[in-house]
């Protein structure tokens, strides 16, 4: 293919991209009040709104968060769609196995950053203020706050499907990884710093999995590794 025909290739699977993910937050802003009604049915506390815009924003938060994890394996596809004529047959079907992963991994989080982290961070910062203050959260900041500790979960979860789908197309090496795992846990640190609350426990909470899934990330890699030089070598 020329360069232009690249472009237009790409500009088709942009759009169907982009339409799937339209399509997707209209449905998921349908049942916006259904959603939002299931994430504060257990709160200890009432979501206050400074203003009447604010609803209107959770609602697109939320609309546009529900829409995008739709929308991941549709995208997934048409990435592979794009480079499917530069891979071999072979490579075809192992990649094409990795889409459905990519989708239930950022939901598995996602939902590790709901269930499991985000109690824990707003039990411990609510349990710093004890008697000294009234708890007083805005609807704006709460899902803000919540969509902060859980959406980067989402996509760094995604992070062994990534490096087998690298590694089978030849782009990454396992063993570079390892050499660079001390660079890679200062990156994964600085990146916990940023996504959490500036607080020692949420640090912690978030580097140790994190670590661990770069772990799982280096053996997952090794094996597609081992695999494509045996089949290499037959």
Known sequence: MKALEHFEEMRRRLIITIAAFLVFFLVS??????????????????LALLGPSDIIMVYVLIAVVVAGAATIPVAAHQT?????PALSPTE??????????LFFLFIAGMSFGYFVLFPIVLSFLMSLS????????????????????????????????????????????????????KFAYF?????????????FLSDVLVIIPLILLYEVSVSLSKMVYKRKLAAAAN
């Open 29 to 46: 802003f349908t049942f916006v009040q259904d959603i939002y009604q299931y994430i504060v049915k257990d709160l200890p506390f009432k």
């Open 80 to 84: 592979w769609l794009f480079v499917r």
């Open 92 to 101: 075809r079907k192992v990649t094409v196995t990795y889409i459905p992963a």
């Open 130 to 181: 004890g008697d000294m203050f009234a708890t007083f959260f805005t609807t704006e900041k709460y899902f803000k706050f919540l969509l902060h500790m859980t959406l980067p979960f989402g996509v760094l979860f995604e992070m062994p499907v990534i490096m087998m789908f690298l590694t089978s197309l030849g782009i990454l090496n396992p063993y570079n990884l390892q050499k660079m795992r």
């Open 187 to 199: 990156a994964l640190i600085v990146i916990s710093i940023l996504i959490t609350p500036p607080d």
